[in-house]
């Protein structure tokens, strides 16, 4: 996963330097943000938790009312789940790299604009504590906290939202749904299906978002 990142990142360095170079209508965006991540699953019953995004992006007229945005971000979302024992929830983190490319449309010229999108994430098994790690889960009595942690590393977005403010200052406040089966990797080990009551393991998730970003 760090060899994709980094080869993602000296793209998008690469670019930003080329359309900085051209001083056309482009705009630099640096943002950051936080965001809240929820678990639609038929089996875990998630709690929502909050985390943050930062990361850069590039905005340029398209055609008429329409406007691109192409851009990275750094995330760091968080979702818990109840344990067999105990009424502490364990904390579930998943951490990656989006790559997003988006249509404008601008509603008010540099003041607010709606947006869409499809969304690139690259991100890592989830993270957990130390001390959560062989707690049995309430959602699945046979599973420890640990046995889920290596979900898929390659997922596809949807992104909606809204972005309003001035020209070189903007909140943007987004949704994005996960569209793949984020724990399909879990089907590939038979062990953990039929600890899993040999059922399928199937789960989409939902991100959403509140960004500031400075424009250059």
């Known amino acids: ?5 980094c080869l993602l990142t000296l793209f998008f360095c690469f670019t930003i ?30 709690k929502p938790e909050m985390g943050w995004t930062a990361g850069f992006s590039l905005r340029g007229n398209y055609y008429n009312d329409w406007q691109m945005a192409f851009g990275m971000h750094f995330t760091q979302s968080n ?14 983190t998943l951490s990656g790299v989006q790559v997003f490319l988006t249509g404008s449309y601008m509603i008010i010229e540099n003041h607010l604009t709606v947006e869409i999108g499809p969304v690139l994430q690259v ?9 959560d790690k062989l707690k049995f889960l309430k959602d699945s009595p046979l599973l420890t906290a ?21 020209k070189n200052v903007r909140l943007h406040v987004a949704y994005q749904y996960g569209v793949n089966n984020f724990m399909n990797n879990l089907n590939k080990k038979d062990d953990l299906k039929l600890l899993n009551g040999d059922k399928k ?16």
């Open 1 to 5: 996963m760090k060899k994709i990142i």
């Open 17 to 46: 330097h080329a359309q900085y170079g051209r001083r056309d209508s482009n705009q630099i965006g640096i943002s950051g943000g936080i965001t809240q991540m929820d678990l639609f699953s038929d089996q875990f019953n998630a």
């Open 79 to 92: 979702f818990s789940l109840q344990p067999l024992v105990g009424a502490e929830d364990i904390k579930y």
């Open 123 to 131: 991100n890592g098994k989830l993270g957990i504590d130390e001390k």
């Open 146 to 166: 640990n046995d889920i942690v290596d979900v898929t590393k390659i997922n596809g977005n949807i992104y909606a939202g809204i972005t309003a403010g001035i």
């Open 201 to 216: 393991f199937k789960a989409n998730y939902g991100i959403l978002s509140g960004m500031i970003t400075f424009y250059l």
